[in-house]
């Protein structure tokens, strides 16, 4: 008997609603996405030429900017590629939390040499993109002779990567013990 009443009132169980909130849904994680995108690529641009970085072109390509922003934050570029290993189970969130980590790492960096004091890096943790847009658009300077980190000449994190038309970013000098032998 159910069956009848159903097929007498067209009635699928609920897949033409379901496949309606998916759509709609997805149009909105797009719209959204596809905006966040945008506004950082924007904000990244903004702040690279405070950088002293040649080609606005930079902040659009996927991937590569991010490459740019650890590069300026004084974390080799290549770690950027860490976060595709992200999709492997148990593994891909330990991953994702040194990405992170890093990443934070790198902002700290270049938001201490757009003179902003070290705190700053927690609206990072929590808004980054608002992060990203006050940088972008407040009339701080880029100061490269921030000293440079600590991980900066040795280690995992040390950027030895040199691309033309991306500044050098200082070295720090060598401490006793691993500079030339002058004896």
């Known amino acids: 008997v159910s069956a009848a009443i159903a097929s007498s ?7 033409a609603a379901a496949a309606a ?19 950082s690529s924007l904000f990244l641009m903004k702040i690279f030429e405070k950088a002293g970085v ?22 080799s570029p ?14 891909g969130w330990l991953v994702a939390i040194g990405f992170a980590i890093v990443a934070v790492l790198a902002a700290w960096r270049v938001g201490l040499k757009l003179q902003k004091d070290s705190v700053w890096v927690i609206l990072y943790v929590f808004l980054s993109l608002v ?4 940088n972008a658009f407040d009339k ?3 100061n490269p002779n921030i000293a440079p980190a600590s991980w900066a000449n040795n280690g995992f994190l040390a950027d030895r990567t040199v ?21």
């Open 54 to 75: 040649e080609g606005k072109w930079r902040a659009w390509v996927p991937f590569y900017n991010l490459m740019i922003f650890f590069k300026l934050g004084d974390v």
């Open 21 to 39: 909130f998916w759509a709609i849904y997805l149009i909105f994680v797009l719209v959204f996405s596809l905006g966040g995108y945008v506004l």
């Open 9 to 15: 009132y067209n009635y699928d169980g609920g897949g």
């Open 163 to 183: 691309w033309q038309g991306i500044p050098v970013q200082p070295r720090p000098a060598a401490g006793p013990g691993y500079g030339i032998y002058a004896g």
């Open 131 to 134: 992060w990203l847009g006050i």
């Open 140 to 142: 701080s300077r880029w």
């Open 78 to 91: 290549w770690l950027v590629f860490a976060s595709l290993l992200t999709w492997i189970p148990v593994l």
